[in-house]
């Protein structure tokens, strides 16, 4: 018997979103101008308390790719963590987006940035023609070590990219995890922060295939529909797009998946508390972990993935098995 | 009551490709690493009859400007017919995906391109570094008018291609249903007449949101991977993408649905037979249609498109209702 | 003897120029920070009766394609003439600099275009997101076969772009011949007329390898001083470049070399009266001429491009020796 | 009185240059079809001792992104030094010639790669397809600070990427200082050492606007040929371009400006051995210098760049006077 704690990607899709798409199986019309396609602008505004653009894409890559092709300029750049997704683990989608803009990459602990890393990092760029002017900032949440930004934090840089002249993106592939451990509103920790732009993450959430772009200024998403257009990502009968973010938004099931996810992480957290690399504030786990540890583990049937060598990570998907958790947590405080 | 002739995008997802998402729905490899991925290249190169590199997409038109980006450097320009849906219905996907290569384009009746008209085009290209040299020619089956290549046709365009040094792709948005319509082999309208890539489409005929992008020349498959990621096309849940296409391969369904489409609009035509601007060859029905015509079938319930002053288009879809058919034949006959 | 009438690119650079080179032989500050590069503000400004920013470039492929990444996304459209240098010349410069924007072509006699034929294109492009929506327009001055727009002709192109919201550039390869043949002021047919930004031609007629690129509105000019870096078009000596400039508009060197050229062209265009397919307005003739023809002038040492089948173009530069120019007129006369 | 230590770009033309342009002023084939720029692939064959394909470009940053172009696709990235030319001060010219490929920067000492930074990178670079893929290394000789790699180091590299599949660019901004310190034919530190191709610069060294691309792989010239007509560096008028080239080789002036350089570097050196940041080996001298100190010596006439706090850069010209020298010099010995 085999336990998955590779991936939350790995992870089923809920019931609730594979009744939705049952229910949206009829005709309707073709690309984003169905129903419910047209009803998102509403449906996030109300969740967000602000009016907002809101748009289905199919995965993050795309959600970052666009968000960042829509506040940075080509011949800018997106001040990102070393560490970021946006750097590490596209394939260079937002180059690819930005036609070539670029990645600057600044520090920070558990990937998270500061106003003092990234500060430390703008003073240092010369502001002639020969170097390349940053025109953004983007930040993870939870981060790429499943570290949450406080909604004061997430301010905190807010308030550096309106001083600096930065448009602010939030790649919130687990925000969901986020709100859930702060217990904050959504607006808190995004617009109300000074975030411009979110990619708002369903998929690791129990989604199938369905993320959702939020514009807290609304003129930002104008060429963006254009630019989904043409990187191929107007689906053609979008209504099976839309029907699964209604669905993960209504009676809030984005929360209630996240919470369970963020659970099961936090017991593993405490059952492995002296080996953590990170605190556990979303639904990912990193420990130190010898080879022979892993081994140990691996012949246990528990599925994980290296992080780098003596490192290991454990993700908890919304629908992880009690049983799981409590075997994993059983076998960590074996170890 | 309203009857949907606008788009074969608008129509629903047919049960089996509902089926074979439901059956998937447990915990996989996320991205292209599960089961069923890893199993298409076997299933297409069964029904191509020759070993290929088969992808899963969620659009045509990310198929198209994948598969192009793959064959057509930037510097250089695709020939394409002025009518084609790259250049007219994908807001500049090629043009992005390619980092900005040109469409150079030709003529042909009913959307068609000939060795004549190509040749002609080819012919007027200075072979110096200040224009763009065409690279590959790009044709779709059926075309944008509902015309279907037969295999000599698209073999002569394949040789063409050869001789002048250009790779070839075929747009088979609706490829099923030109292969009802010849009644050949996938084979014999694709590799066999000189086509080294393949967008072959699945969504128009039933499916969700997984086409295929089938490499004929599995080398120019290997950068395409990369680019798929860096698109953001690589799906998180890519077992739901490979579920669709298995479906659809499957006991045959994208021939059945295809028929079904291609015979509802062979009645149509037969019904409108004198009106008719290009031979019903697909399952899209193209009309001479005065304004008062139109609003009258509109006044029936019967909805489409206007294309072009005093035309319009019909599209039947793999599901579209017999009685619907029927009534709109009649209507015809009556106008 | 050979007498050239190939091209004015392959004429030499006027004496001023080479004097000003070397005047400006001595050690001043890198890339565009010497005396005279600063200066070109001013000098233009004052040339163009109007607050303009100047920036050299090296080569009228490069000012018209940063002047168009300044006024088109990536995601937009130029509209052109089918035989604008932009579309035939420039091996996708603009597709490259803009990252992608499509260019659409409308017709005109002489290779020029009207309100009539650009509305026509307009009108024939569909505003939904699936179609590439043009944001700009471009015109040549003189056009591709030697015919000047008058100040009417560019007033009514720039009060349509205003209305249809595109941006408006001039490439202004032969600007100065255009000038010169109308008799007008520079503003008369730039911004007086709409037009936002500028090619301004000089190696044709006489510099060594310094254009300029005119912003009228100077908020566009920002960005393209870091395109220009980016594209490799900040010399590292620009003083050089600058001197080129400055040489060629003291004392109206350029009105006066391009007087010369325009009247050697008029002269040949009354000798070949019969036999012009355009009419002679800048230093260009466009002429009906059998092969036999051809090489009958070839054979007496005349140097010229065909022009398609059974047509040929002569171009007469800055500098062209008036026995040349008479012989070839009294070629065309014994033809 | 003032003495400019700032850079070899603002130094003046030297006189063969100025010489070759009023020697190639007269008409000629347009572009690089003239006499002078056709010889240039049998003048650097010779040179190199090999079968060379030779390119004039105008500036440093065009010469270096289009040959990372040449050999990097936009999918890929290309690994240099965190301190390159072409990561800090080309504002993304290799992004933009690239169309988004990502610089990987590595460590090392004086801004000198070494097979083990090198290989640390790339050991930590996933193979899988959301991480950006090497595809080529970048080099910069002589470094930015200053610093030549040995003939035995460049080949360390070369073997390094033959072995990992990447290819080899040389940023030869300083290409002939670093010949002249090592004392070795051209084709040691280049293509005998396994370098692709090299962006040789002449206009540091005495040139006005003639660099060279240099393809040791015949077979990479073909497609850069179109992307330097694409990107505005195909000059109107080569010839001019050519001539400097020709003018810069004969005679071995390259060599003989390059020795005077780095001649008087190497003279502050020694004056300030005791303040080096960095050996002098080419013609920079990279200093400790105390705010108090810096002032001292502005205050003396001396004009150069702070390079970081506490630090400074002084440049020596290939035509900086010997008084100049040896009053800086004298200077250093009095701090």
């Known amino acids: 018997m085999t336990m998955r704690f590779f991936s939350d990607n790995a992870a089923p899709v809920c019931d609730a979103v594979m009744a939705a798409l049952a229910k949206a199986n009829h005709a309707d019309d073709a690309y984003d101008g169905d129903a419910l396609s047209t009803g998102l602008n509403h449906l996030f505004s109300e969740l967000f308390e602000k009016e907002v653009e809101a748009l289905w894409v199919t995965t993050g890559t795309a959600a970052n790719a666009l968000a960042l092709a829509a ?130 993450g369903f998929v690791k959430n129990g989604g199938l295939s369905a993320e959702a772009l939020i514009f807290f200024d609304p003129a930002l998403a104008v060429a963006t529909r254009y630019r989904r257009k043409r990187s191929g990502h107007l689906m053609s009968k979008g209504r099976y797009q839309a029907a699964q973010l209604v669905a993960m938004v209504e009676d809030d099931l984005w929360l209630k998946n996240a919470a369970a996810a963020n659970d099961g992480a936090a017991r593993l957290g405490q059952a492995a508390a002296s080996r953590l690399l990170h605190p556990v504030e979303a639904n990912e786990v990193f420990l130190r972990l010898s080879a022979a540890e892993a081994k140990a583990l691996r012949d246990q049937g528990f599925l994980f993935h290296d992080w780098g060598i003596g490192e290991a990570r454990f993700v908890v998907s919304w629908n992880q098995p009690e049983a799981e958790i409590a075997a994993l947590a059983e076998a960590f405080t074996r170890l």
Chains 1, 2, 3, 4 share one sequence.
């Open 71 to 200: 506040i940075c300029p080509s011949h800018n750049a997106i001040v990102c963590h070393r560490d970021a997704h946006i750097q590490n683990d596209e394939c260079g989608a937002p180059e690819f987006f930005t036609a070539g803009a670029k990645l600057l990459l600044a520090e920070g602990e558990g990937a998270k940035l500061s106003p003092t890393t990234v500060n430390a990092l703008l003073d240092a760029t010369r502001t002639d023609v020969h170097m390349t002017q940053p025109a953004a900032l983007s930040i993870t949440q939870a981060s790429e070590y499943g570290c949450v930004y406080t909604a004061d934090e997430v301010a905190a840089l807010g308030a550096l990219c309106r001083e600096r002249g930065l448009r602010f993106h939030m790649d919130g592939a687990r925000f969901a995890n986020a709100v859930v451990h702060l217990g904050c509103r959504p607006a808190d920790i995004s617009w109300r922060a000074g975030v411009d732009v979110l990619s708002f």
